[in-house]
């Protein structure tokens, strides 16, 4: 196995960031010239209470991602419906599951906050993971779930953050 030097990796980063500019590609986090970028606005949102505690832990992950700062004027309110449901796989002849496959589904509404509550966007999201029951005592099973679903959690955060990301980036006029 070979080691490559760090210079080396960052040229060749580089260069790669060269060829992808090229061809038209730019990040979505980046400011497209006719505003201050879909960062600004995701900082404008305001994400409504999420029950249930993975709804608590999926708000608690998109407020980390819109770094959003107290006294920064909110635009935009944000509600997300964020559930999980499970089902037993891998039955055993005595009817024991093996593994749990865990569903997380979310739908969420970016509106204005004008006097119509004007909806901007919209989108729904589903995520599968699971976890395995093999002889696994309760408070192992317990600690495994609760690690899916923080899992679950994370991940529906990143695809909604890219989501609404790139909505700011091709409504720029809405950052401001």
Same mark, same amino acid.
């Given at each position: 196995m070979t080691q490559h030097s760090p210079g080396r990796r960052a040229a060749l980063l580089i260069g790669l960031g060269g060829v992808l500019t090229g061809c038209g590609f730019q990040p979505v986090y980046m400011a497209n010239g006719d505003g201050p970028g879909p960062s600004a606005g995701l900082a404008e949102i305001e994400v409504k209470p999420i /029950? +249930?505690?993975?709804? @608590?832990?999926? *708000? @608690?992950?998109?407020?980390? #991602?819109? *770094?959003? +700062?107290?006294?920064?004027? #909110?635009?935009?309110?944000?509600?997300?419906?964020f559930w999980i449901t499970g089902e037993a796989q891998g039955v055993l002849n005595f009817t024991q599951p093996t593994r749990i496959r865990l569903v997380a589904n979310s739908t969420w509404l970016l509106s204005g906050r004008d006097a119509k509550q004007t909806r901007l966007t919209e989108g729904t999201d589903r995520l599968?993971?699971?976890? =395995?029951? &093999? =002889?696994?005592? /309760? &408070? $192992?099973? =317990?600690? $495994?779930? +609760?690690?899916?679903? #923080? *899992?679950? $959690? +994370?991940?529906?955060? =990143? *695809?909604?953050?890219l989501r609404l990301a790139m909505w700011f980036h091709q409504h720029p006029s809405a950052v401001g």
């Open positions: /029950y +249930e505690r993975p709804g @608590q832990i999926l *708000r @608690q992950a998109l407020l980390g #991602r819109f *770094r959003t +700062e107290s006294g920064t004027p #909110r635009k935009f309110d944000l509600l997300v419906t599968v993971d699971g976890f =395995d029951l &093999f =002889d696994a005592q /309760y &408070f $192992a099973m =317990d600690l $495994a779930n +609760e690690a899916v679903q #923080r *899992r679950l $959690a +994370e991940a529906m955060a =990143d *695809r909604i953050t």
